[in-house]
């Protein structure tokens, strides 16, 4: 082989190393948002956990907890797929997370798809619970967190039962009050439509992994369940005519059978502010 040729193989060999190397960083980021609303006096900090799947952050998941803590949060909210339905997920791993969560803050929390897979999702609702956290399945609570007051309301992931499911979005949406700054808690992103329109200032999902590969700024997401390719609700946030959508890109790693790209794992931290006087 030409001297020249093989220059060219090994920079090509070393770029696709360091691609790979780059795309396949599964370690734990941050990503924040900020949500404004003249409902609020002050700010607020929510952190965001889904789809953490019993995946492993390190000895007592001090990885996760030492990210959450760092970001000061006033609440935490657990955005469902907390754990699996898979015996090599431990379950435990995520109880004691939820619970040394719980030991730190509030701590809110929903099913999503795994746990009703599990076959055991009243069990494990009652676990959580246990744990400390407050599970919301159709219900609203009135929270007041950095001295203001919040309407946070959670419902099951749809495999609850389609009915059931429109029931409980009825009844969290009878619950509102207009005044009060308003959360709705869900583990599903591609059901916008159901959201959209119902009144509530933010509303928070997950499910999607991010759409499992990502090239940032050019694709956010090949796949995603119940979405397919190229998810429009993959991860990120979405205006739905005065509803803003989060949809965080979840905290699974090791559970899922094709590798995140481009895609890390991620805590989500909203920031809810007053309005800003134009
Ligand atoms: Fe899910």
Redesign the pocket.
Known sequence: MKKRNRNLLLTGGIALGLLLWAGLDTRLTVREYTVESGKLTGPVRLVLLT?LHGCDYGQDQRELLDVVEAQNPDLVLLG??IVDDEARMPEERSLATVEALAERWPVYYVT???EFWTGRVDAIREEISRRGAVVLAGECVQVTAAGQPLQLCGID?PNVGERAWQRQLEDVTAALEEDTFSILLT??PERVEDYTGRGFDLALA??AHGGQWRLPGLINGLLA?NQGLFPPYAGGSYDLEGTTLIVSRGLARESTRVPRFFNPPEVVVVELVPETKK
């Open positions: 789809d469902g797929d999503g798809n795994h992931d583990h599903r997950g499910h369940p």
